[in-house]
């Protein structure tokens, strides 16, 4: 069974950091591109970042470009998303999401499993 | 970038009803189409891929159609469990990854 567990969300001050992790389980991790989406309160989905298997290479939304930083550890099965300078525009659910495959330079495939989300509040 | 637009933004219906959602592209994509379902307080849940190709495990009350630019999502007996907000996602951008959610549907009791 496909398991995605967010962990490392919490309240932080504008300008501050954060590093989410997502333990993955039941699938060969390094096979899959994996993704962040968010969701600001009572708002829509949002894609923030993307690496594939390899973690050779990542993909940002113009929103993060610069601030957040995707990264994956093979070994341990775990997706990160470091997240400095952060705003308050940046408040919001953060989900981990399964692509079904791989990512290319001008597309990655759909998402067949996200977990449960992490929530991370901006705020002084 | 692609910009996506889903009509209605919200859908009064009651159980047994036929209920169609549209979204669109501002250029074409292809069938680079998913849609999801998403529930208060819950992660989305895959639906369709491809524009029209039914997730496993995904009942069959559920279809996908279009290409290019404009796509629908049918549910064909609307049940008590549908009630939700729907999102379709574009995931070929053409140029550097864009992936880019609609806006949302909510589906709600009448």
């Known amino acids: 069974e496909v398991q995605l567990v967010e962990s490392g969300g919490g309240l932080v001050q504008p300008g501050g950091s954060l590093r989410l992790s997502c333990a993955a389980s039941g699938f060969t991790f390094s096979s899959y591109a994996m993704s962040w989406v968010r969701q600001a309160p009572g708002k829509g989905l949002e894609w923030v970042s993307a690496?594939?298997?390899?973690?050779?290479?990542?993909y940002y939304a113009d929103s993060v470009k610069g601030r957040f930083t995707i990264s994956r550890d093979n070994s341990k099965n775990t997706l990160y998303l470091q997240m400095n300078s952060l705003r308050a525009e940046d408040t919001a659910v953060y989900y981990c999401?399964?692509?079904?495959?791989?990512?290319?330079?001008?597309?990655?495939?759909?998402?067949?499993?996200w977990g449960q989300g992490t929530l991370v509040t901006v705020s002084s | 970038d692609i910009q996506m637009t889903q009509s209605p933004s919200t859908l009064s219906a009651s159980v047994g009803d036929r209920v169609t959602i549209t979204c669109r592209a501002s250029q074409s994509i292809s069938s680079w189409l998913a849609w999801y379902q998403q529930k208060p307080g819950k992660a989305p849940k895959l639906l369709i891929y491809?524009?029209?190709s039914l997730e496993s495990g995904v009942p069959s009350r559920f279809s996908g159609s279009g290409s290019g630019t404009e796509f629908t999502l049918t549910i064909s007996s609307l049940q008590p469990d549908d009630f939700a907000t729907y999102y379709c996602?574009?995931?070929?951008?053409?140029?550097?990854?864009?992936?880019?959610f609609g806006p949302g549907t909510k589906v709600d009791i009448k």
């Open positions: 690496i594939s298997g390899s973690g050779g290479s990542t």
């Open positions: 999401a399964k692509s079904s495959g791989y990512c290319s330079s001008t597309s990655c495939d759909h998402f067949d499993y």
């Open positions: 491809k524009a029209s």
């Open positions: 996602q574009q995931y070929n951008s053409y140029s550097p990854v864009r992936i880019a």
